[in-house]
């Protein structure tokens, strides 16, 4: 297996080539000028030429992309434009927030929605299975910011329990950390919980079905060894396929998330950038998510040997 | 039913602090009262670029009064007062001018500001600055004899001097120390040192979230004179001023109105009603200038290369659809009949006005258009949908522009790609414009010295690019003006000439309410600056 992973690790690298050579190239060739955003409204076409040229973006592309990715290569993402700041500093500054929210919204699913799906399934046809889809279909149907404003305004606004906006460190404290988090965590779980509980629901009714779930029934297993032991460890492939997934739901909704609570975390920071057309932090932000989502897989196919013991690499 | 919805909710409020205490949670510090000593405030976006004299853009400037000083500054009247100067002498009929420092003035790293630092400040500013260049074209020599003393040696008489050091249009003579004011102006500086009230905390920045200001200890304020805009003694009642940028306005109204943040700088149209509700909030309109709203022409293509063209178009204009879709229909929020200079500044006047306030008709229009010899030609109109005051303007500039029968193509996009086209001197079907919409603050366009849009200075003009000699001759003509009613008489000449060559058609002007916890007590007009701002516990 460490071989299969080593293998899987090497097969990213064209992978990432291909990324970089796209997220280049969609840059170099969309709309836009930093220059332009850095000499602001107000300046003149000869201030802002000036600055074009003291960035040094009026060289070709291909000794830009040449330059960038000698770069890379040596491990330097490059330097904002606007900032003058790193990438990676940029990057590691915003790590945190971005990480802790998909962490904390990863969990929340996990443990509501794989037991939402095990007990529907195990109630199918009642009033608790009819219940759990439709808190599914309501969860993929409404998006993130109408829940992120319905939230602030019960729990910040109204109720006055949690904060509206902001971000504390973890370590600032885990008090204070979770608290920012809740809110966000809940706005943004709402489809990936959707999702997962009902891939769960889905594979357990295939499973139950089975002859050797009758089997632990006629043995005398009970209800909750049955749903837990024997048919969620069976059915699990599908679902942690679907978590995996879901991962990239989490990236692209945590754009939103973080813009709607004011979380300094990559999703902004990534949005801000693209704005301002501040070439180097997209292109290191996009390879880190691309990155990050190759890996998420990698982990996924590795954790199949694990819940499926004929699957072998 | 609110009182239905309090009870409804307060139901669960057992539930979920037993949930709280389970984890050991207290009352988030965020949402708790601030420090007195501590302003959070929401600026109007991030500061993108630090450097003050690299970009025009306004949060910068306002980021640049917190940590850079200025020999000068303006107070509400628009008259430039000593600042970092303790005075000057007017010497051999105006050619000779000596400006002396104040006493004890230091930079941000404890050294002391001299004469040379400001010298090297000045010319770095003007080397961007529009009234800088005119200021060093008049200027034979810039020297500093000694620490404390400035000396300008101009080739003739310049009253505007004093102001083109104080004004706080963009970019702003901000003083900085010579290492520093000597990095090349289209390159942004390194070091973030002043000698203003606050000292930047480079090591609290998050890029895109938050900037930090703390109390410049060593800061010398004026021991004469009251607070007016930027002039005026600069007393400082705060020990940190923390910028929180929250991009969503619905978050940053909720943040305010919650008591998480003490100030929201730009409040957004739709959010200003409730805002206005909440008794814990005050909401006030800073800058008496306001914003004026403009639509600009591309001058180097038809069909807007043809000044008859431009004209018909004035009779089309009804600045109050504009405004309207801006800012609501709230009077008290915008003018019209605003023409080339701000309604109630020194210069604003009733030269050619009629030409936006006569009866509108739509039909005559056409007909002026069909004479000027308009056949149809396409007008691209870029509108940048992500500036929500910016996308209204464009809307209504489109209908009225395709009322008045022309051939417009609407082109939506964002601010980042409208900045990038109209940059482009190529005619519309290889990619240029003919068209686009903004706003100057009316600072901007206070006279024709710092007023970009009215330049006819042809290619080096901003964009649009339009050549009209005779403007440029007025402008010069301003310059020498040896009082203000002489400056009145020209302004009046320009706004006609530009009633006639039509460089841009004004279309409003609307002022941006600041909204602000109501302990807060000593919030500035013009623009955010925080050394007179106090904060109650």
Redesign the interface.
Known sequence: MFAYALRRIVATIPVMAVVALFVFSLLYISPGDPAAVIAGDQATPADVERIRASLGLDRPYLVRFGDWVWQIVHGDLGTSIFTNLPVSTMIAQRIEPTLSLMVITLILAVCIAVPMGVVAAWKQGTWIDRAVMAFAVLGFSVPVFVVGYLLAYVFALELDWLPVQGYTPFARGIGPWFQNLILPAVALGGVYIALIARITRATMLEVLQQDYIRTARAKGVGQRGILFLHALKNAAVPIVTVIGIGVALLIGGAVVTESVFAIPGLGRLTVDAILRRDYPVIQGVILLFSFTYVLVNLVIDLLYTLFDPRIRY | MPTD??RF?AGG?GL?LAG?GT????R????QPAGARVLKFIPQS?V???DPI????YV?RHHGYAIWDTLYGFDEDFNPQPQMAEGHRVEEDGKRVTITLRQGLKWHDGGAVTAKDCVASIRRWAA?D?LGQVLMARTDALEAPDDRTIVFRLKQSFPMLFSALGKPS?PVCFMMPERVAQT?????I?ELIGSGPFRWKADER?????VVYERFADYVPRADGTVSWTAGPKRVNLDRVEW?????A???A??L??G?MDWWEQPTADLQPTLRRNRNVVMEIPDPTGLCAIARFNHLHPPFNNPAIRRALLGAVVQGDYMSAVIGTDRSLWKDGNGYFPPGTALANDAGMEALTSPRDMEKVKRDLAAAGYKGEKVVLIAAS?FPSLNALAQVGNDMLTKAGMNVEFVS?????V???R?SREPVEKGGWSMFF?F?AGL?MINPGVS?SLRGNGQ????G?PTMPRMEELRTAWFDAPDLDGQKKVAQEIQQLAFQEVPYLPLGQYFQATAYRRGLTGVPKGFPMFWSVQKSA
């Open positions: 919805r309090r909710l409020t979920a709280t984890l050991g949670l207290s988030p510090a965020l949402a991030d993108a670029v630090t690299i970009t025009t853009a910068t961007r529009a963009t090349d102006p289209s390159q942004p390194k998050v890029p895109g979230s938050r929180h940028v929250i991009p969503d619905s978050t940053a909720n943040a109105a919650n998480e992500d996009t964002d601010w980042g790609s900045v990038q086209r940059a903004t100057w901007d970009q080096s003009a901003w964009f690019w």
